[in-house]
């Protein structure tokens, strides 16, 4: 099959195993700004912030190790997988161990209540041992079972969300003396919702467990030790990455006055879920490219068919922006009809066009993945990343929530900058500058014109939107036509 046709038919696969879940998921996001006042659903906010954090330190960057190393053609698969299992089973142990040990302290610095922290040990944990399991399914290419098991852990997870907070509390009203009435908690909504997720991950790993029961188990370490190091600037990368994506929820906490803290971080939250569709995207697309980046490596000439990919993600990722930022007023109603969050809808455009450059980011990532030269990779995020917190540090205090946006608007697209111009030097990539920098460009204009200078007049960004179109299928038909009809 023609390698290209392959990749984007595992990205589409991978793509409802990560769009559909998501989709799924994103549904709470209406649930939620419905059942909780702005500063209920602040408070969830800095909670999910704070699991991204932790979830990459327990993660350690074992999942990109595991690519990197179970398709060496000198190491023995199966003692590459038990030794994987046999690391992060252990270090989650461990973590799980000194995590209660010292709950009050982790709540008194987080100012969270440890009802909470109990539940986001546990999950973070039990989401730790689907790590490797779940990367095993992808580097065998059974993308089929990764996304059932995908689906089935939000399906559990938001039918469970809907009956906690819609269900339960009309049960308790309605028949207040049944046994399910029982369950019903009043101003427990906070806790369902951990509840659910601690749930939903517990019959995810059930699902995941006949990786661990195979036999024998082998804990080669010199495989860990190699493992170790590669993994150690993609976590860097990784802490990096996610003080880019979440810290500023942390951080408009700390410096926003505590009065309205909250309330402005649920509001920026809730506007932030309208980059769904462009996160999706980026996110289904590295999913179906990561194996293909490895994979592929030792193939004649794969900076063609690296340069080839990156150009179909600009030019699909331009449509995103576009059609995200045109449609933003309609889209709203859908994924925050609460109308006590729209204040923040301004930062819209700017967070959708930063989640764009860090899906350029990561297709760039190719040259330092495939090159062992990981440490590149941590040392662009924690630009990125430092540029984060200077700019929210600077600014939040005159400038709330837009602050915070720019911030990431920055961070991703010097991420970018700095990864092409590196990749240029260690492994360079016949990208088409020309066309990348024209739909970037386009896309870019339409998208400000329509939302800031047009005032979001849906007529006039329309206009933009088909004209757009009718550009992309002028320049690109019949080369796109040559992937998917191409046997």
């Not at 906010?45 to 350690?60: D, E, G, H, R, T």
């Not at 299992?85 to 009050?104: E, P, Q, R």
């Not at 999913?287 to 080839?308: C, L, R, T, V």
């Amino acid at each position: 099959m023609n390698p290209l046709k392959k990749l984007f038919k595992q990205t589409f696969i991978y793509g409802l195993a990560t769009v559909l879940p998501r989709m799924l998921s994103f549904l709470l996001t209406p649930l939620y700004v419905t059942v909780l006042p702005t500063d209920g659903y602040g408070e969830v906010s800095i909670i999910f912030a704070w699991f991204a954090i932790f979830n990459v330190l327990l993660a350690y960057g074992m999942e990109t190790a595991f690519f990197r190393f179970y398709h060496d053609a000198t190491l023995n698969k199966k003692t590459v997988v038990t030794t994987s299992l046999i690391s992060i089973g252990a270090s989650s142990f461990i973590f799980m161990l000194v995590a209660f040990i010292f709950k009050g302290a982790i709540s008194a610095v987080s100012d969270i209540d440890p009802q909470f922290i109990t539940y986001a040990i546990l999950i973070l944990v039990l989401d730790a041992l689907v790590i490797i399991p779940f990367s095993w399914l992808r580097a065998n290419e059974k993308p089929m079972r990764y996304a059932l098991v995908k689906i089935a852990n939000v399906i559990i997870n938001l039918g469970l969300n809907c009956f906690f907070l819609i269900v339960l509390p009309i049960m308790a009203e309605s028949s207040p003396d049944s046994l399910l009435s029982s369950l019903y908690k009043p101003n427990f909504e906070i806790s369902y919702i951990f509840i659910s997720m601690l749930i939903a991950s517990g019959i995810t790993l059930l699902l995941m467990l006949r990786l661990y029961l195979r036999r024998p188990y082998v804990f080669d370490r010199l495989i860990w030790t190699s493992m170790m190091k590669y993994a150690a600037p993609v976590l860097i990368a990784g802490i990096a990455f996610t003080i880019n994506e979440v810290f500023d929820r942390i951080m408009l906490d700390w410096l926003l006055p505590n009065d309205i803290a909250e309330s402005e971080i649920g509001k920026y939250s809730a506007c932030y879920k309208l980059t769904l569709f462009m996160t999706l995207f980026a996110t289904a697309f590295r999913m179906g490219i990561e194996p293909f980046f490895f994979s592929h490596s030792k193939s004649d000439n794969p900076q063609k068919a690296y340069a080839q990919i990156t150009n179909y993600f600009v030019i699909l990722g331009s449509v995103i922006l576009l059609s995200v930022v045109v449609f933003a007023d309609l889209l709203k109603l859908i994924i925050v009809p609460n109308s006590d969050y729209w204040e923040a809808m301004s930062v819209v455009p700017i967070i959708i066009l930063a989640s764009f450059c860090l899906g350029i980011y990561h297709n760039l990532s190719v040259w330092y993945k495939i090159t062992d030269r990981t440490k590149f990779g941590a040392f662009i995020s924690l630009i990125g990343a430092v540029l984060t917190i200077i700019i929210n540090f600077a600014f939040i205090p005159y400038f709330g929530y837009v602050a915070s946006a720019v911030a990431t608007l920055v961070a991703y697209g010097s991420m970018v900058i700095l990864s092409f111009f590196f990749g240029r030097m260690y492994y360079p990539i016949p990208y088409n500058h020309r066309k990348i920098i024209f739909y970037l460009g386009v896309s870019i204009l339409f998208s400000m014109l329509s939302f800031y200078v047009f005032d979001r007049n849906l007529i006039i960004g329309s206009i933009f939107f088909i004209l757009f179109l009718g550009i992309v299928y002028r320049l690109e038909s019949d080369k796109l036509k040559q992937i998917f009809l191409r046997k």
